[in-house]
């Protein structure tokens, strides 16, 4: 019983302490104050104009005579107010109107009670070298040697009013040491600061000595009895011995790049960095790149410098190589600290320390697109690697070209010229499109491409990095065949062929009886241009041919080569080089010639050492379209047979054909007819002398009688027809006897032996073609020229 009664004592007694347990002195905001968001306990009854009660922050949009109310706070109690964030929302940093509860705040009548600027607090912790300056050695390093401070750059200045508790804008730098510990002090100095009217405040200045090495954290907190707001940043800082040390970003480097070194000492001190390692005779030693930061000026040459540290104690210094840096393993040492003329300081020692980079010969590589064969006129791509320098020098060597070699962009003598310069890209390739088409007479053949690291010529390349490729030029060239050696009138007429070597298009010249390419003017000698396709083919399609008259045609298809088309028409009159001028004495007139006379005066053209134009001749008959019917002979009643025949008409074309029996007409009404019939459209097929074509007739209702055969191109308005007998019983056999009738323009007898057509006369310069034309071969010839 006497515990208990114990306990309830020392339960009441520690009641009555929390109740008269004091609490923090609020701070006294008058109009025109700053108050910041997370502070508590305020006191804004001089805000409010009241010794008690509550009431409301008001923001306003525009001017305060229009009330446009943006936000509201309500304020319960004006003697103590806690602002916080959810309340404030984004109206931090701007200007808050007090009205007292029951105001009509919207009212521009009624005047507020007072005003309150409304800001987030904001600190933010930097550590600094020495004792004066802004120079920041957050996350760097920092020497024994050195001093440092912390600075508070801060917007708290508005805490400081008369009416501010003590210690209420106080806050602690606590730092967090190499060895885990946190601390307030460092260095024998207090680290605790006030946020006074200023913008920043500082810490003393600390001496770094004395401090154990290895890595420190800081950061500002509020101290006890203080706004207690946002805490600042976190800084670190490395200590160090002061030992002197230099790296190098890489072991070994390419000639023709660039190496960086790193030093680290003492912050902002003085060190010579210097190479130690002499190159041959002839060679250099790699340089440092000038206009550096940190260089002393005045101090130094292309190989040492003295160089000032940064506050964290590094410096790194660069170095450039180049096609005459000796390929070699330097030294590179740092010696220091040392005053900023380079000398030793007294009573302090000067410490080295050194590191080797090896510098390497470059390369340089070659390669041309493709198979390494083309024809001349194409563009071709070459391409490869530099690591010996920043341009790349192409030349070429061939068949009396001179032994030097030649520019490859104009065939210019390297003995007159420089090689061709080809800029070598940052990841070290280059690449140059080579135009053979722009080399004028560049002669097929095989040649040698050099690209190489320095200016040279073919015979200087010594010392100089080199790599070649070897290439075949071909002369371009074209070929062509036509549709058929022979050719139905109203048939269209393909020529197709393949043309090598660098055009976007071919000509093609057509001669015939009064015809110049032209149908419809047989005084215009008209030349068709007929695309080439990526592959080299061309197609052209003469249509309209019933227009035309039968006999022999003369086709010439001309290849512009290099340098576009040497040999052209102005529509009447030959034109080229070396060629009269159109209408002068000794011009060609080819609308005066014979067809094969104008196309010998065209190839004529072709042939001469003014053009470089290739080209191919061929040649096609035109005749007019027949159709024949190959002997029928007796059939039997009901039996399905076949009908066949021959044509000079294009394969794949259609024919119609008919089956009618002599029986057909008018009958009266009610008899029944013995009419019976049969039709169709088959297409013609490729033949070996002649096209052929066949239709089965079904006669399984045909009756005895006489029957018709007609068969008919629409596209060419081509028919004929014949007669045969169905009989009753078994069909004799055929005596081979059978006479056709063609409805159109030919009537043909057939004897069931071959008809031979006419030779037809040969003309001069197509003698061969004219041949092979007759034998039913497609005329094909492509002419190269040495």
């Given at each position: 019983?006497?515990?208990?009664?114990?306990?309830?004592?020392?339960?009441m007694?520690?009641?009555?302490?929390?109740?008269?347990?004091?609490?923090?002195?609020?701070?006294?905001?008058?109009?025109?104050?700053?108050?910041?968001?997370?502070?508590?306990?305020?006191?804004?009854?001089?805000?409010?104009?009241?010794?008690?009660?509550?009431?409301?922050?008001?923001?306003?949009?525009?001017?305060?005579?229009?009330?446009?109310?943006?936000?509201?706070?309500?304020?319960?109690?004006?003697?103590?107010f806690?602002?916080?964030?959810?309340?404030?929302?984004?109206?931090?940093?701007?200007?808050?109107?007090?009205?007292?509860?029951?105001?009509?705040?919207?009212?521009?009548?009624?005047?507020?009670?007072?005003?309150?600027?409304i800001?987030?607090?904001?600190?933010?912790?930097?550590?600094?070298?020495?004792?004066?300056?802004?120079?920041?050695?957050?996350?760097?390093?920092?020497?024994?040697?050195?001093?440092?401070?912390?600075?508070?750059?801060?917007?708290?200045?508005?805490?400081?009013?008369?009416?501010?508790?003590?210690?209420?804008?106080?806050?602690?730098?606590?730092?967090?040491?190499?060895?885990?510990?946190?601390?307030?002090?460092?260095?024998?100095?207090?680290?605790?600061?006030?946020?006074?009217?200023?913008?920043?405040?500082?810490?003393?200045?600390?001496?770094?000595?004395?401090?154990?090495?290895?890595?420190?954290?800081?950061?500002a907190?509020?101290?006890?009895?203080?706004?207690?707001?946002?805490?600042?940043?976190s800084?670190?800082?490395?200590?160090?011995?002061g030992?002197?040390?230099?790296?190098?970003?890489?072991?070994?480097?390419?000639?023709?790049?660039?190496?960086?070194v790193?030093?680290?000492?003492?912050?902002?001190?003085?060190?010579?960095?210097?190479?130690?390692?002499?190159?041959?005779?002839?060679?250099?030693?790699?340089?440092?790149?000038?206009?550096?930061?940190?260089?002393?000026?005045?101090?130094g040459?292309?190989?040492?410098?003295?160089?000032?540290?940064?506050?964290?104690?590094t410096?790194?210094?660069?170095?450039?190589?180049?096609?005459?840096?000796?390929?070699?393993?330097?030294?590179?040492?740092?010696?220091?600290?040392?005053?900023?003329?380079?000398?030793?300081?007294?009573?302090?020692?000067?410490?080295?320390?050194?590191?080797?980079?090896?510098?390497?010969?470059?390369?340089v590589?070659?390669?041309?697109?493709?198979?390494?064969?083309?024809?001349?006129?194409?563009?071709?791509?070459?391409?490869?690697?530099?690591?010996?320098?920043?341009?790349?020098?192409?030349?070429?060597?061939?068949?009396?070209?001179g032994?030097?070699?030649?520019?490859?962009?104009?065939?210019?003598?390297?003995?007159?010229?420089?090689?061709?310069?080809?800029?070598?890209?940052?990841?070290?390739?280059?690449?140059?499109?080579?135009d053979?088409?722009?080399?004028?007479?560049?002669?097929?053949?095989?040649?040698?491409?050099?690209?190489?690291?320095?200016?040279?010529?073919?015979n200087?390349?010594?010392?100089?990095?080199?790599?070649?490729?070897?290439?075949?030029?071909?002369p371009?060239?074209?070929?062509?065949?036509?549709?058929?050696?022979?050719?139905?009138?109203?048939?269209?007429?393909?020529?197709?062929?393949?043309?090598?070597?660098?055009?976007?298009?071919?000509?093609?010249?057509i001669?015939?009886?009064?015809?110049?390419?032209?149908?419809?003017?047989?005084?215009?000698?008209?030349?068709?241009?007929?695309?080439?396709?990526?592959?080299?083919?061309?197609?052209?399609?003469?249509?309209n041919?019933?227009?035309?008259?039968?006999?022999?045609?003369?086709?010439?298809?001309?290849?512009?080569?290099s340098?576009?088309?040497a040999?052209?028409?102005?529509?009447?009159?030959?034109t080229g080089?070396?060629?009269?001028?159109?209408?002068?004495?000794?011009?060609v007139?080819?609308?005066q010639?014979?067809?094969?006379?104008?196309?010998?005066?065209?190839?004529?053209?072709?042939?001469?050492?003014?053009?470089?134009?290739?080209?191919?001749?061929?040649?096609?008959?035109?005749?007019?379209?027949?159709?024949?019917?190959d002997?029928?002979?007796?059939?039997?009643?009901?039996?399905?047979?076949?009908?066949?025949?021959?044509t000079?008409?294009?394969?794949?074309?259609?024919?119609?054909?008919?089956?009618?029996?002599?029986?057909?007409?008018?009958?009266?009404?009610?008899?029944?007819?013995?009419?019976?019939?049969?039709a169709?459209?088959?297409?013609?097929?490729?033949?070996?002398?002649?096209n052929?074509?066949?239709?089965?007739?079904?006669?399984t209702?045909?009756?005895?009688?006489?029957?018709?055969?007609?068969?008919?191109?629409?596209?060419?308005?081509?028919?004929?027809?014949t007669?045969?007998?169905?009989?009753?019983?078994?069909?004799?056999?055929?005596?081979?006897?059978?006479?056709?009738?063609?409805?159109?323009?030919?009537?043909?007898?057939?004897?069931?032996?071959?008809?031979?057509?006419?030779?037809?006369?040969?003309?001069?310069?197509?003698?061969?073609?004219?041949?092979?034309?007759?034998?039913?071969?497609?005329?094909?010839?492509?002419?190269?020229?040495?």
């Amino acid at each position: 019983m006497k515990s208990m009664t114990k306990l309830m004592v020392v339960a009441m007694i520690l009641a009555a302490a929390l109740v008269v347990a004091p609490v923090a002195a609020a701070r006294t905001i008058s109009s025109g104050d700053t108050i910041y968001v997370g502070e508590e306990n305020l006191d804004l009854s001089s805000v409010f104009g009241a010794a008690s009660g509550s009431g409301n922050l008001v923001r306003f949009s525009g001017s305060l005579s229009d009330r446009n109310v943006v936000q509201v706070i309500q304020v319960s109690d004006i003697t103590s107010f806690d602002l916080t964030a959810t309340a404030v929302g984004s109206g931090a940093g701007t200007t808050w109107q007090a009205f007292q509860a029951g105001a009509d705040y919207t009212d521009p009548g009624i005047a507020p009670d007072g005003r309150v600027l409304i800001e987030n607090p904001s600190m933010n912790l930097r550590v600094l070298l020495g004792s004066t300056g802004t120079t920041s050695v957050d996350g760097q390093s920092v020497s024994r040697t050195s001093d440092i401070r912390f600075r508070i750059d801060h917007n708290l200045a508005g805490l400081n009013t008369p009416g501010m508790p003590k210690d209420y804008n106080l806050v602690e730098v606590r730092v967090t040491t190499p060895s885990g510990g946190t601390v307030t002090t460092l260095g024998g100095e207090d680290l605790k600061v006030h946020l006074g009217q200023a913008q920043w405040n500082e810490t003393p200045v600390i001496p770094v000595a004395n401090l154990p090495t290895g890595t420190y954290t800081a950061r500002a907190v509020w101290s006890s009895d203080s706004a207690d707001l946002t805490d600042s940043n976190s800084v670190t800082f490395e200590v160090t011995s002061g030992a002197v040390a230099i790296e190098a970003d890489k072991d070994s480097v390419v000639r023709g790049n660039d190496f960086s070194v790193t030093i680290t000492g003492e912050s902002e001190k003085y060190y010579w960095v210097n190479i130690t390692t002499s190159a041959s005779t002839g060679k250099a030693q790699p340089k440092l790149v000038p206009n550096q930061v940190g260089w002393q000026s005045g101090y130094g040459d292309e190989t040492h410098g003295l160089f000032k540290t940064t506050a964290g104690g590094t410096r790194t210094v660069a170095f450039t190589t180049n096609s005459s840096t000796d390929a070699k393993t330097y030294t590179i040492e740092v010696a220091g600290p040392v005053n900023s003329t380079g000398s030793a300081m007294s009573g302090v020692a000067v410490k080295t320390d050194s590191v080797k980079v090896r510098v390497e010969e470059g390369s340089v590589t070659i390669t041309a697109s493709g198979t390494g064969t083309y024809y001349v006129g194409e563009e071709i791509t070459l391409s490869g690697t530099c690591t010996e320098s920043d341009t790349v020098y192409l030349f070429m060597t061939g068949p009396n070209l001179g032994s030097e070699g030649v520019n490859p962009e104009n065939l210019t003598r390297l003995n007159n010229a420089q090689p061709l310069e080809v800029d070598v890209e940052g990841d070290d390739t280059w690449s140059y499109d080579w135009d053979t088409g722009n080399l004028g007479a560049l002669e097929a053949g095989g040649y040698t491409i050099y690209a190489v690291s320095e200016p040279r010529d073919r015979n200087n390349l010594s010392g100089a990095k080199y790599a070649t490729a070897t290439i075949q030029l071909r002369p371009g060239f074209v070929t062509a065949t036509v549709s058929g050696a022979t050719v139905a009138s109203g048939d269209d007429i393909k020529i197709t062929g393949t043309a090598q070597g660098s055009t976007n298009d071919v000509q093609i010249w057509i001669f015939g009886k009064n015809f110049y390419g032209d149908a419809a003017n047989s005084r215009v000698v008209n030349v068709e241009t007929v695309s080439v396709e990526d592959d080299g083919t061309f197609e052209y399609e003469l249509d309209n041919t019933e227009l035309l008259s039968s006999g022999q045609y003369f086709v010439i298809v001309q290849h512009p080569m290099s340098g576009g088309y040497a040999v052209g028409t102005n529509g009447r009159y030959l034109t080229g080089p070396g060629l009269p001028a159109a209408g002068s004495a000794g011009s060609v007139d080819l609308t005066q010639l014979t067809a094969s006379a104008a196309a010998n005066a065209v190839i004529n053209a072709l042939n001469s050492p003014y053009s470089d134009d290739k080209y191919t001749k061929l040649t096609f008959f035109l005749e007019d379209a027949w159709i024949r019917i190959d002997p029928i002979g007796d059939q039997s009643a009901g039996s399905t047979f076949t009908i066949t025949g021959t044509t000079n008409l294009a394969a794949g074309g259609e024919l119609i054909v008919e089956v009618t029996s002599a029986a057909f007409q008018p009958g009266a009404a009610g008899e029944t007819s013995g009419f019976s019939s049969d039709a169709g459209t088959v297409t013609i097929q490729q033949g070996e002398t002649a096209n052929t074509w066949s239709f089965e007739v079904d006669g399984t209702t045909f009756r005895p009688d006489q029957y018709t055969v007609t068969v008919e191109s629409i596209e060419t308005q081509t028919s004929t027809s014949t007669t045969f007998n169905i009989v009753e019983g078994t069909a004799p056999t055929p005596t081979g006897t059978e006479t056709t009738t063609p409805t159109g323009t030919e009537t043909t007898t057939p004897t069931g032996t071959a008809t031979t057509e006419p030779t037809p006369t040969q003309s001069p310069g197509f003698g061969a073609l004219v041949a092979l034309a007759g034998l039913g071969a497609v005329a094909f010839l492509v002419l190269r020229r040495d």
